[in-house]
């Protein structure tokens, strides 16, 4: 973390300094001498609790971060952000996802125009939409209503609808049935269609730029797929909508005009289920459902934007991120939700943290000299305790982890939900307490055996506990992360709303899959994969077996 004159900043050296101390502390002596600890360690905002003592962390070092934090100008950085500036510097784009979710009457000012209308324009555009669907109102072609929704989009244009549709569904339509589609691999749309009837089945294509090739291959044989039943061009004004940037490709693939939902270049794939991405989701949960989910979001925007640095959640945990990041050597950071409709969580976190903030080059187009985005991965619990939790507990590396979980079930059978919960809470007070060999030994094991019983503790986590999972609780709770990923990205001085790796995804298969159709490998190819792609054309044309 350099200064202008290419020194690490005071208040970077400083926290390295402190690392070096801290490395004797341990949570169970910190808990030891500070009984005000977790009281001070908590806060609460937009229905969110946290609880962040459970963390290899003094006041000194919270002090330290907040240092940092306002050294890297992280204030006056968020402020560029809800003012709608270009931080989006390599694409010359503002980075305003928070409009999205804006709800009061204010407006907000890109190159002289308020985008303001046009957001809340859309929103009641989906929302009459929706209805009309939920209703029976719209009709497919034969005039029958519609009873399946499948989006086809991919990365940012399916993973925060799929995760909300799954976090959501007490709140769905149940006699809706709604899937998503985003792999080209064929078996995808063929599962998600087989078993559905053309003539009730709605294809919502999301795409910001129509013309990403998993999307477009998928809306194709989807069109086929309906006009095999229909074989009638029009059909697919009944059965297909568009949500996109681009009205002249959704024209050219054949949806009216009337059925495109349209977002700006401001929203970032990643950034975009609050934008008409999340049409799939107001159909299932219908448009004031949606709206809760918008209030979530828009109270934890607030919050982030109002609320002092040392009190301030995303603050908190993304500095919290850092600290370990750079100056304890994790190298990942695992979300674990306790809540089986969050499934899907980890892996929409995946992509806004990892896409975000997977970067090499500082702002300044030079190499960055410190570790950025860690590895976010996760699996909803108590599954992953029965799998990967051991590598946590007892493992060499040291692995940050959210524990996610609520007061309430939604499906309060039996003792489910206690019995759930009680792993939740035993789960972080073991990582961080771990159990010492005495007390392995006076547990009976014979001492020679004690080591493989012995758990270290300190195992940082964090807590978050809400009240239940309802649309306003999954809003706040997903701009929480949004808000910590940009924390990130401003202290580690990388920019982080485009995403150049994926672009050169979408490029390089081009060219390989001209050789595979034709059947001719012309290009100068490495040696391995010269002869994969022989091996490849010359066995696909066999019959199995
Ligand atoms: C997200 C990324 C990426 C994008 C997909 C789909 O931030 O840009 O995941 O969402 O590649 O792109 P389209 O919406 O343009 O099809």
């Known amino acids: 973390m350099r200064a202008r004159q290419g020194h690490l900043l005071s208040e970077w050296r400083a926290l390295a300094a402190h690392a070096r101390e801290m490395k004797s502390a341990s949570l169970r002596g910190l808990f030891g001498s500070d009984h005000g600890r977790a009281g001070r360690m908590s806060l609460e905002a937009a229905g969110l609790y946290l609880d962040y003592s459970k963390h290899i962390a003094t006041d000194e070092t919270l002090r330290l971060l907040w240092a940092l934090a306002e050294a890297r100008g992280l204030r006056s950085e968020t402020a560029r952000m809800f003012g709608g500036e270009k931080i989006n510097a390599t694409e010359k784009r503002p980075v305003l996802h928070v409009a999205l979710r804006e709800r009061r009457d204010v407006g907000i000012t890109v190159d002289g125009k308020d985008v303001m209308p046009g957001v809340r324009g859309v929103l009641a555009k989906m929302a009459a939409f929706s209805g009309a669907v939920r209703s029976g109102e719209w009709k497919g072609a034969s005039g029958r209503r519609i009873r399946n929704v499948v989006n086809i989009g991919i990365g940012g244009s399916d993973l925060g609808p799929a995760m909300a549709y799954e976090a959501l569904k007490p709140f769905s339509d149940r006699s809706l049935t709604v899937r998503f589609v985003s792999n080209v691999d064929g078996t995808h749309i063929s599962e998600a269609i087989r078993d559905l009837d053309p003539a009730e089945t709605l294809f919502v294509v999301a795409s910001k730029t129509f013309t990403t090739q998993e999307t477009m291959t998928n809306a194709e044989t989807a069109r086929d797929w309906v006009l095999r039943a229909f074989a009638d061009r029009k059909a697919v004004a009944r059965h297909f909508v568009a949500v996109s940037t681009n009205a002249k490709e959704v024209a050219a693939f054949g949806i ?17 289920m609050c934008s008409a991405i999340g049409l799939p989701v107001m159909i299932a949960i219908g448009a004031d459902n949606f709206g809760m989910m918008l209030d979530g979001f828009h109270a934890m925007d607030r919050h982030f934007a109002e609320a002092p ?46 896409e975000s903030n997977g970067k090499q080059t500082s702002r300044d187009g030079r190499r960055v000299k410190w570790n950025t985005g860690p590895v976010v991965w996760g699996e909803p619990g108590t599954n992953g305790q029965h799998a990967f939790y051991q590598l946590i507990h007892q493992g060499t590396r040291l692995v940050p982890a959210d524990f996610i979980g ?23 007070e073991a990582l961080a307490f771990g159990k010492t060999k005495e007390e392995v030994v006076a547990e009976g094991v014979r001492r020679k055996d004690a080591p493989h019983r012995v758990f270290d503790g300190n195992r940082p986590t964090s807590t978050i506990l809400a009240d ?21 990205g401003v202290i580690w001085n990388i920019f982080s709303f485009d995403q150049w790796g994926v672009q050169l995804g979408k490029t390089l298969a081009g060219r390989i899959l001209k050789e595979l159709q034709s ?27």
């Open 406 to 428: 609520f007061c309430r079930s939604r499906n309060p059978v039996g003792d489910h939900h206690d019995k759930l919960m009680s792993n939740f809470f035993a789960q972080t």
């Open 309 to 354: 640095l040392e009190r301030n959640m995303p603050v908190i945990l993304g500095m919290l991120g850092v600290w370990y990041s750079n100056f304890l050597g994790a190298e990942t950071h695992a979300v674990l939700a306790y809540d089986q409709y969050l499934a899907r969580f980890a892996a929409h976190l995946q992509q806004v943290d990892m």
């Open 519 to 545: 059947g001719d490998i012309v290009l100068d190819h490495d040696g391995s994969t010269a002869a994969l792609l022989r091996r490849y054309l010359e066995r696909r044309r066999k019959a199995p077996g």
């Open 256 to 272: 009216d005009a009337s059925n495109m939902f349209e977002f700006w270049d401001w929203v970032g794939g990643r950034y975009s």
């Open 468 to 488: 239940e999972l309802t649309p306003f609780t999954l809003g706040a709770l997903v701009a929480l992360y949004e808000h910590k990923v940009f924390v990130q």
